[in-house]
């Protein structure tokens, strides 16, 4: 993993963890700090190897998957055995696979509450010594304070806690400052040194766009990228298997006016509509795109990252669900469709390129709508957003070709009843809420 010197989110989290102390970690995205509860929950493993031995709790499946992989890795000589347990996925495999009592499992918390109620005491949390929180911030929130709440109830008291998170919300100030429980000490606590959220090696820009050539700016953008990302754009892999006839590169262009393959690139928008609409577009406009949002299955949400991380698609087209923890090296160009409602939100996205000292360029759209929010995210993060412009003939030159592009998108995704998925989640989202509310009554 080319680690040769500790993060400094590292250096003040792994050794209180290793004493046994409770630990509350705060660092920017690309900080290095999955490593810093992973390493710790190792060791103590290696002392005394039992499952199950350390639950870590994520906000999203992509992240679940993502700390699985690097706990594999680390693990590796221990012959660790660790467990993912989300959504999406078959529920049966997974009690199969708690029941075997892995030494780590990783989660999102609905679903390992579900398994804990379906288990009729095949296995428990009982003997777990240390409980991680990723991504507290979005963990201690409203959305899953019935799932914790259940979790604490059934967790051991004297097990260990580590909280890890880019942003210190007042929720997570509160549990800093509380008295510690029986026999506990407070817990440390590893603030930021600096003031400004986001890194020094990320550029930051705006460009002022009228809401409806946006999709025209969008590929002007992906045809021409900014210069300092250009050395970044990776070769796809070689086919497997030779195709009988060349397919064209794009529906409206032809093969000669299809621009080269910009570099890996994150474009995050708010609905998952919106992400496959745009998927669309650039796949008519001749650039390879993959989707990455909750209305797919947790399959394809796999197979959009893998395509990606693999190079054979360099656009990845994601709502916020791809904004929080995920590490995929080398990505360098974070585009915001739309600007985030929080601005917080804005740290986690455009943290996605420029991690790990490398440099990377975030470019957010702004419409006539757009203005607050962009102050907003400009107070949020102490640092002014720089104005990129883009040639306003040469974005129009392709006007005709995206306009058709942009018609082709639409009747694909009404074809593929998209709105009618849509309104079938609603309605299962409704009856949710309702069925919540009858049960706190």
């Given at each position: 993993?080319s680690?040769?010197?500790?993060?400094?989110?590292?250096?003040a989290?792994?050794?209180?963890?290793?004493?046994?102390?409770?630990c509350?970690?705060?660092?920017?995205?690309?900080?290095?700090?999955?490593?810093?509860f992973?390493?710790?929950?190792l060791?103590k493993?290696?002392?005394?190897?039992?499952?199950?031995?350390?639950?870590v709790?994520?906000?999203?499946?992509?992240?679940?998957?993502?700390?699985?992989e690097?706990?594999?890795?680390?693990?590796?000589?221990?012959?660790?055995?660790?467990?993912?347990?989300?959504?999406?996925?078959?529920?049966?495999?997974?009690a199969?696979?708690?029941?075997?009592?892995?030494?780590?499992?990783?989660?999102?918390?609905?679903?390992i509450?579900?398994?804990?109620?379906?288990?009729?005491?095949?296995?428990?949390?009982?003997?777990?010594?240390?409980?991680?929180l990723?991504?507290?911030?979005?963990?201690?929130?409203?959305?899953?304070?019935?799932?914790?709440?259940?979790?604490?109830?059934?967790?051991?008291?004297?097990?260990?806690?580590?909280?890890?998170?880019?942003t210190l919300?007042d929720?997570?100030?509160?549990?800093?400052?509380?008295p510690?429980?029986?026999?506990?000490?407070?817990?440390?606590?590893h603030?930021?040194?600096?003031s400004?959220?986001?890194?020094?090696?990320?550029?930051?820009?705006?460009?002022?766009?009228?809401?409806?050539?946006?999709?025209?700016?969008l590929?002007?953008?992906?045809?021409?990228?900014?210069?300092?990302?250009?050395?970044l754009?990776?070769?796809?892999?070689e086919?497997?298997?030779?195709?009988?006839?060349?397919?064209?590169?794009s529906?409206?262009?032809?093969?000669?006016?299809?621009?080269p393959?910009?570099p890996?690139?994150?474009?995050?928008?708010?609905?998952?509509?919106?992400?496959?609409?745009?998927?669309?577009?650039?796949?008519?406009l001749?650039?390879r795109?993959?989707?990455?949002?909750?209305?797919?299955?947790?399959?394809e949400r796999l197979?959009?990252?893998?395509?990606?991380?693999?190079a054979?698609?360099?656009?990845?087209?994601?709502?916020?669900?791809?904004?929080?923890?995920l590490?995929?090296?080398?990505?360098a160009?974070?585009?915001?469709?739309d600007?985030?409602?929080?601005?917080?939100?804005?740290?986690?996205?455009?943290?996605?390129?420029?991690?790990?000292?490398?440099h990377?360029?975030?470019?957010?759209f702004?419409?006539e709508?757009?203005?607050?929010?962009?102050?907003?995210?400009?107070?949020?993060?102490?640092?002014?957003?720089?104005?990129?412009?883009?040639?306003?003939?040469?974005?129009?030159?392709?006007?005709?070709?995206?306009?058709?592009?942009?018609r082709?998108?639409?009747?694909?995704?009404?074809?593929s009843?998209?709105?009618?998925?849509e309104?079938i989640?609603r309605?299962?989202?409704?009856k949710?809420?309702?069925?919540?509310?009858?049960?706190?009554?």
């Amino acid at each position: 993993m080319s680690i040769r010197a500790p993060t400094d989110i590292q250096a003040a989290c792994i050794p209180p963890l290793l004493e046994g102390r409770d630990c509350i970690g705060n660092a920017k995205t690309g900080s290095g700090k999955t490593i810093a509860f992973a390493l710790p929950i190792l060791q103590k493993l290696s002392v005394d190897p039992f499952g199950i031995f350390a639950l870590v709790l994520t906000p999203t499946r992509e992240l679940a998957f993502q700390i699985a992989e690097q706990f594999a890795v680390l693990g590796a000589p221990l012959s660790v055995r660790t467990a993912v347990i989300v959504g999406g996925m078959d529920f049966v495999a997974q009690a199969i696979e708690l029941g075997q009592r892995p030494h780590v499992v990783v989660a999102t918390p609905g679903r390992i509450v579900d398994h804990l109620k379906s288990s009729g005491g095949e296995w428990d949390l009982s003997r777990v010594r240390m409980l991680v929180l990723d991504e507290a911030d979005r963990l201690l929130t409203s959305t899953f304070t019935p799932e914790l709440s259940y979790l604490f109830g059934v967790l051991p008291k004297d097990r260990q806690t580590a909280l890890f998170t880019a942003t210190l919300t007042d929720a997570i100030e509160k549990l800093a400052d509380a008295p510690p429980r029986p026999g506990k000490q407070k817990p440390v606590i590893h603030r930021m040194k600096e003031s400004v959220e986001t890194v020094a090696t990320l550029k930051q820009y705006y460009i002022l766009v009228p809401s409806h050539v946006r999709e025209a700016y969008l590929f002007h953008l992906l045809a021409h990228p900014p210069e300092s990302t250009l050395a970044l754009r990776r070769a796809p892999p070689e086919p497997t298997t030779k195709q009988r006839k060349p397919k064209k590169a794009s529906a409206v262009l032809p093969d000669d006016e299809v621009p080269p393959p910009p570099p890996p690139t994150i474009i995050f928008c708010h609905k998952p509509r919106t992400a496959a609409y745009l998927t669309l577009l650039l796949q008519t406009l001749g650039i390879r795109s993959t989707a990455l949002h909750s209305r797919l299955t947790q399959r394809e949400r796999l197979a959009s990252l893998g395509l990606f991380r693999a190079a054979v698609v360099p656009v990845l087209v994601s709502t916020d669900v791809g904004a929080r923890g995920l590490d995929i090296s080398d990505v360098a160009l974070v585009v915001n469709w739309d600007v985030p409602g929080e601005a917080e939100e804005y740290t986690h996205r455009v943290g996605r390129t420029a991690r790990a000292g490398r440099h990377g360029v975030a470019v957010s759209f702004v419409t006539e709508r757009d203005e607050e929010r962009v102050l907003k995210v400009e107070e949020r993060i102490k640092t002014k957003l720089e104005e990129l412009v883009l040639p306003e003939e040469a974005v129009l030159s392709k006007l005709n070709a995206v306009s058709t592009a942009k018609r082709l998108a639409n009747m694909e995704l009404h074809d593929s009843n998209f709105g009618k998925r849509e309104e079938i989640h609603r309605a299962k989202a409704a009856k949710r809420r309702r069925d919540e509310g009858a049960d706190d009554s």
